[in-house]
Nanobody, 112 residues
Framework: QVQLVESGGGLVQAGGSLRLSCVAP????????MGWYRQARGYREFIARI??????YYDDSVKGRFTISRDNAKKTMYLQMSSLKPADTAVYYC???????WGQGTQVTVSA
């Protein structure tokens, strides 16, 4: 089944780092803006966006701590997360912008 596949989540202590990956089908990834989202407390929020040419935009909640990037040849997007806080605990999702079908997400848990 063709879908978005997120990976790289896990349990980390506050102040630590994780790198998330997102593999997308070519027709979804190529030439499109892509974004990272997270869901905790029942709603999904946008956190970062990258254009097909590499321009980036971040929500204030992660600016300066998270870095979004993409490898167009591999149809893969990344989210390097540093200085993690317990408030970053959530299920993280990637998607095309505008959104396509959601994947399963990857759980990130940050302990105090």
């Amino acid at each position: 089944q063709v879908q978005l596949v997120e990976s790289g989540g896990g349990l980390v202590q506050a102040g630590g780092s994780l790198r998330l990956s997102c593999v997308a089908p070519e027709n979804i990834f190529s030439g499109n803006d892509m974004g990272w989202y997270r869901q905790a407390r029942g709603y999904r929020e946008f956190i970062a966006r990258i254009s097909s040419s590499g321009a980036t935009y971040y929500d204030d909640s992660v600016k300066g701590r998270f870095t979004i990037s993409r490898d167009n040849a591999k149809k893969t997007m990344y989210l390097q997360m540093s200085s993690l806080k317990p408030a970053d605990t959530a299920v993280y999702y990637c998607n095309r912008i505008p959104n396509w079908t959601w994947g399963q997400g990857t759980q990130v848990t940050v302990s105090a």
